[in-house]
């Protein structure tokens, strides 16, 4: 058994080791490319992903096969991602729809091990979350319920692959874990506003008005509690937990949160790619901790509301 | 099916339901392709246009000016092309999506035991296939009854 303080300072040095570096590379970077020209996006993300990843290699002694492979997969998601937000957007959906039919295919066939299998299919399953795109008319595109519809569909995704894999809520951690449910939900809450309200200084969302208040309360709600769910069963309950059974314990937090920050490409700041793989590391230490995802999913959803209910309440 | 996730589904159903009752109205999207459409197009848009008022008139530098105006041109043009590619590329992707879907479904009812014995190896991979298979087949399902709908409405 790892000792917990032992994997939170490992955590916690590599995350600063990246930040460190990251941020000095940056201003470099910033120097010589204009701050809103989207190649130092590209340039940034790519630099700040293959730092991440090559800090997690160095001193790896064994098992060196299977950090290759989830290494190749996140360098994979990495070029979809940023395929995705570019002019060649139709090669990163192309890559998505490989990867979701690839990665299970290879899981099944190549090896016995269910965690390693685990791990894969809730790599395939994050992916669905961009293929669940191509379903709508372009005219859904620039609605506002857009958001709603489409966490709802990966829920329902989430709990059909669940069902299918016999897969308990113990061992996605989604259950009380071995701490008071209270302290968790408070500790998750307190997090939540510091990650949230960071993050809008990050991005400075401008939130268009809806016609009534109850609707925008409502749409933040549950466009926060799905996507709090959602992401934090697939990242840290099915990705993380999985990975933490074949690595040790502060590479497991750390990959996933790295392929968590590369989720997050699509907000056209490298900051915010670096502050979602850092709330990932924060939210992957909890619910290590606690052995429950009740903290990660209650500061998610939380700071993903304060992130929505600042511009509305304060700016507009 | 235990409460959470029954209460899963159930809230998503109940949030599909509320959607159809708000306005549309633009709102920037959370981790997906989405956010970065309407990030393109708008925010980034708009707060880049303020550091050009800014730029022009406080700073009065043209220098710092000139800049900022190419990466509004750039922004605007990039936003408006990689919508287009976007709308593209999705219709090309409903196709392949449909093509795979139709590709596993056969796949997956041909090698049913029902149907007499089926070699390991076969049976191993619609094993694995089985879940992505029925979550896709979701997809196809709502790619077809969304065109059916518009469609139907003209």
New interface residues.
Partial sequence: MEDSSEIIRQTLTLFFLSLIFFSVYYYILNLFIPYYYLPLHFIATTAFTLLSLFLILIGIKEKTKLYLLFISITILILIEELLLISLYVIYGLIINIFLIIFLPLFANLMTKDERLRICLESLALILISRTILVAFPKQFLFLGYSMIIIYAFLIIAIVTYLYIRKISNESIRLFKGNSSLTFQIILGLIVGIGVGTTEYFVLKLKVVIFENLLLVFSYVVFVMILVGFAEEILFRGMLQTYLEKLMPKFHAIFLASVIFGLMHIGWLNPWEVVLAYGAGLIFGLFAYYFNSLVTPITAHFSGNIILYLIPVFFVS | ??K??LG??V??????I???????????????????????S???G???LG?TVLGSTVMGSTILGS??L???T??TV?AE??LN??????Y???I??AV?TIG?LIYLEITHQSYGNVKRKYF??R??????G???A???F??VT??AI?VITG
């Fill in positions: 099916m235990d959470i996730r899963l589904i809230i998503s159903i109940i949030a599909i509320v959607s159809f009752f708000i306005s549309p109205a633009q709102l920037v999207g959370l981790s997906t392709i989405l956010g970065s459409t309407i990030l393109g708008t925010i980034l708009s707060t880049v550091s800049t900022v190419g990466s509004v750039l922004t990039y092309t990689y590619t976007l709308i593209n590329a999705l090309i992707a409903q392949i999506i795979a596993l191993e991979i094993n694995a296939l089985l879940p992505m029925i979550i896709l979701l997809i196809f709502t790619i969304l065109r518009l």
